[in-house]
């Protein structure tokens, strides 16, 4: 990927962690790796590994929220379905 490229992914990642952090049932903390490394997406001077690194951060974040809302909404729906 281009610096570009890392830098607009960070951006979009972001977005997608503030969103996630607006749920309630998110606990505090989820992306305390994220806040304590120096590099945002408006940081464009930064390096491309800086950005690179952000990036792999906030996406294993990310996901592993997303995986643990959707198994629990996974698992509470098939409980209520009825069995084949």
């Not at 490229?5 to 309630?24: P, Q, S």
């Not at 792999?56 to 643990?68: A, E, F, G, M, T």
Request: one cysteine or more; charged letters at 25%.
């Amino acid at each position: 990927m281009k610096h570009q490229e890392f830098i607009h992914l960070h951006g979009l990642l972001f977005k997608v962690g503030e969103h996630l952090t607006r749920d309630e049932s998110i606990p505090d903390g989820v992306f305390v790796h994220y806040k304590t490394q120096p590099t945002r997406p408006k940081d464009i001077h930064r390096s491309k590994d800086a950005h690179a690194t952000a990036v792999k951060l906030l996406s294993s974040r990310c996901c592993q929220v997303i995986d643990k809302h959707h198994q629990q909404t996974h698992s509470s729906t098939t409980e209520l379905s009825p069995p084949f």
